[in-house]
């Protein structure tokens, strides 16, 4: 969702597209073709820009034209975007790694590897770390988000898993 500009993106089952919602009126403004098996959505509100993953590509939309106006490949395959809107970077989780994008140019800024099985990712912009969980272990990664040459480091802590009372 971009707050700033009252618009929701969203796939659906059985589409190749992007759906562009008004927030006000609920209506779809525009379906953008992504030509392709589409994945995940990430906005950034402070540059108007949509991230989707299509194909084992990042397309990248244009909020004002909902047009597409860069498409990023080579980075494998790719299951969830985060975008920290303070920093512009654009964070991409492959299986095992995740690419850090910057939205200024499209480029690939850097990869963190080794990571065991990821399964999702969420950023705090507030604090500058992305938050990555892990399908298989009891564990969350944490990288530190900096304007510098990102990321600086990262750390994993231990999920403290408890059952809830009967």
């Not at 098996?37 to 993953?53: G, K």
């Not at 969830?80 to 095992?96: E, K, Q």
């Amino acid at each position: 969702m971009n707050s700033q500009a009252n618009r929701i993106y969203a796939t659906y089952s059985g589409s190749n597209s992007l759906l562009v919602i008004d927030g006000d009126t609920n209506a779809v403004v525009t379906t953008i073709p992504l030509g392709g098996q589409r994945d995940d959505v990430a906005v950034n509100p402070a540059t108007d820009r949509i991230y989707a993953i299509c194909d084992n590509n990042v397309a990248v939309i244009d909020g004002a034209t909902n047009a597409i106006m860069d498409t990023v490949s080579g980075l494998g395959a790719m299951d969830d975007l985060a975008v920290n809107p303070w920093t512009n970077l654009i964070y991409i989780n492959g299986i095992s790694e995740i690419h850090v994008m910057t939205g200024a140019t499209n480029n690939l800024v850097a990869t963190v590897s080794d990571l065991p099985s990821i399964w999702d990712l969420a950023v705090n912009p507030q604090t500058g770390r992305v938050y990555v969980t892990h399908s298989m272990d009891d564990i969350v990664s944490v990288i530190q988000d900096v304007a510098g040459p990102p990321p600086t480091y990262s750390v994993c802590l231990p999920i403290i898993m408890k059952k809830a009372a009967p």
